[in-house]
């Protein structure tokens, strides 16, 4: 599996909710029609900041979506006046509870 991590900063509460809002009415699709991604993740991390993860079966399935989803969610987040930050790797590591 690969992951990509993205830790999003916004300068006020307004806009994280405007971000989130997009998230849920246009991106998720997206995700689901556009993308390999097997799994979106959005945790609330603190005021006006989000940590955002999306999981993928192979890093050649990240490879082949990947960047499209990076710059969609990139671009949105400038546009909320925020700042984004990326870290990408391979899952070594997967515990799940039946």
């Known amino acids: 599996m690969f992951l990509r991590i993205g830790i999003m ?12 809002a997009m998230l849920e009415s246009v ?4 995700f689901q029609e556009d ?5 979106h993740l959005v945790v ?4 006006a900041k989000l ?3 999306g999981l ?3 890093k050649e399935d ?5 960047s499209r989803t990076k710059k969609m969610l990139t ?3 400038k546009s909320q006046d925020g700042i984004v930050e990326f870290n990408d790797g391979e899952v070594i590591v997967n515990w799940e509870r039946e």
Do not use: C, H, N, W
């Open 62 to 66: 990240f490879l082949k979506t990947g």
């Open 51 to 53: 940590a955002g993860y």
């Open 75 to 77: 671009d949105f987040v």
């Open 35 to 39: 993308t390999l991604m097997l799994q």
């Open 27 to 30: 991106f998720v699709k997206r």
């Open 44 to 47: 609330k991390t603190g005021e």
């Open 56 to 58: 993928y079966k192979s």
């Open 9 to 20: 900063k916004f300068p006020s509460q307004d806009k994280m909710d405007a971000y989130i």
